[in-house]
């Protein structure tokens, strides 16, 4: 009896040791797991890491030729000297895994292959499709045509291939677009697909992406193309391009912007309307002699049905300048602010327009020419002045002065100001919502209401001049209203036209945010322009 008691005792024993092996055999395969799945999120940790080294060196190794460019312009002789400054040092530790020695860089560029067949390359290796990364882009238009019998209808020809560098995400590839050619078994006509995305420069080697990478950094960093093809060919590990690629492809980009360009200009200067602003931008900036230039950005634009913008840059401010903008302009509106060389511009181009309606009707059409507003707007220039500036002013002097005291005569002459401004603008936002007006009809009922509030304006202005001669804010603004509302008042006469020029003043705002402190030096201004 005992010794059955002891064989149980065993077998209980014996089952509970396996349950625990099995127990400790389950936790030691979970243990494993998690060490390799440790061992894993560390090596992709590693994997990470090295690729940001990867990156580092590249970037580096990028900044280093940046930092270099803008003092090496001037260099002369040295340049040569200052350039290997710039490369890996073999008795820089630091240096030691960005590349070779400079003699052997300065070799591996002088080194000279055979021509590529097929490729002009003053001889060297331009073979860039093996050492680049590859994105391949079919174009075959048998796969987008959606009917059987459509297809049916091609016959294959053959494939083309067009490879082109491409720059995505600071990195160098090829971009290879396979072209699939068909011949229509109905028309016998050859037929392909067209691209979603047409070259700047057809059958050029450069994507537009690459071409306005290298445009960019030549513009704004100031990069010269022959280090940037340096530092390309760094990042790429082969001769992908040189100096005088990217200028021939730049000088094409240009080309093809001033056509752009003229286009928009006679586009622009063909309204009936125009809007007109300038803004400066500071073109050179040298600390180390403390100098600096300013330049202009002109805008003109069009509003209507087919609104359109036109910006020049110009290195001054003067008459001229709009002179050569306005030129071509004649029976159109022109709204700006009070800058005088506008009011002088559209004065000799009124006067030139009136001596040859003298020579031909006689003077007193000519002296009617230059009274009557609506003749202006149809045969000449009409002048329209900026409401904006006017109640800006007001609203200033109000702020800084009578804020707190808005019961004083300064403050109550500043606040019946804007209020009359404002039913002025209350009136445009009531008309302009009116459906079925006809052009004539929206300019008759608004200068029905418009004209006695400026009445009113100009009228109390004059008023309440004498009393504010001794507070030079206040003062400023009412001698401005009265010297502009005259030529406010045009805006009457032109149904595109609003009582101020805000559209163009949030235009040339954000044009000139975005150039601002990009254009540092001569040659990238000129490019700009």
């Known amino acids: 009896m005992k010794e059955d008691v002891s064989v149980e005792k065993l077998k209980a024993q014996i089952a509970s040791l396996k349950e625990a092996l099995n127990a400790s055999q389950k936790q030691h395969k979970a243990d494993i797991r998690k060490k390799d799945e440790q061992i894993s999120r560390m090596q992709k940790s590693i994997d990470d890491y090295a690729a940001l080294i990867e990156k580092l060196k590249e970037n580096f190794d990028i900044e280093r030729f940046l930092n270099f460019a803008p003092s090496s312009e001037t260099r002369g002789k040295d340049l040569g000297r200052e350039l290997d400054e ?17 003699r052997q860089e300065e070799a591996k560029e002088k080194r000279r292959w055979g021509r590529q067949q097929g490729t002009h390359t003053s001889g060297r290796n331009m073979d860039f499709r093996k050492s680049l990364p590859h994105d391949e882009r079919k174009l075959d238009l048998r796969e987008e045509l959606k009917g059987q019998a459509e297809r049916d209808e091609l016959v294959f020809v053959r494939k083309s291939e067009h490879p082109q560098i491409d720059f995505v995400d600071s990195y160098v590839r090829v971009r290879n677009t396979v072209t699939y050619i068909y011949r229509n078994r109905r028309t016998g006509k050859i037929v392909k697909a067209t691209p979603a995305e047409h070259d700047i420069i057809k059958g050029g080697k450069l994507t537009n992406g690459f071409i306005a990478a290298y445009v960019s950094d030549r513009i704004v960093w100031g990069v010269p193309y022959y280090r940037q093809s340096r530092r390309i060919n760094l990042m790429s590990g082969c001769e992908a391009v040189n100096a005088q690629l990217l200028t021939n492809t730049a000088l094409c980009v240009s080309a093809m912007l001033s056509e752009l360009g003229e286009h928009l200009f006679r586009a622009v200067t063909s309204g009936r309307s125009l809007h007109a602003d300038e803004t400066r931008l500071l073109v050179i900036h040298d600390k180390k002699d403390r100098k600096r230039r300013l330049g202009y950005f002109w805008m003109l634009s069009s509003t209507g049905t087919h609104p359109v913008s036109y910006c020049k840059f110009y290195p001054s401010r003067s008459a001229d300048c709009a002179k050569e903008l306005l030129e071509p302009c004649k029976g159109v509106a022109l709204q700006a602010d009070g800058y005088a060389a506008y009011a002088s511009v559209a004065r000799d181009m009124n006067e030139m327009y009136a001596a040859e309606i003298k020579r031909t009707e006689g003077a007193a059409e000519a002296e009617k020419f230059l009274a009557d507003a609506s003749l202006l707007l149809a045969l000449g220039i009409l002048l329209v002045g900026c ?17 707190d005291r808005p019961g004083s005569p300064g403050g109550v002459t500043c606040n019946t100001v804007m209020d009359l401004i404002a039913e002025l603008y209350r009136i445009e936002d009531e008309l302009r919502r009116m459906d079925g007006l006809s052009e004539k009809e929206f300019v008759e009922l608004r200068k029905k209401r418009a004209v006695p509030v400026i009445r009113r304006l100009k009228d109390y202005a004059k008023e309440r001049q004498p009393l504010h001669t001794a507070e030079p804010k206040l003062s400023e603004a009412i001698s401005y209203l009265l010297n502009q509302i005259d030529t406010i008042a045009n805006y009457l006469e032109s149904p595109d036209l609003t009582p101020d020029n805000n559209s163009q003043i949030c235009a040339r705002t954000e044009n000139a945010q975005e150039l601002t402190g990009t254009l540092n030096h001569d040659a990238q201004s000129a490019f700009a322009a």
């Open 387 to 403: 409401m904006a500036h006017v109640r800006r002013r007001f609203f200033r002097a109000f702020e800084t002065v009578y804020k």
């Open 86 to 102: 710039t490369r890996p040092s073999a008795s820089d530790p630091a240096d030691t895994d960005l590349g070779g020695t400079p």
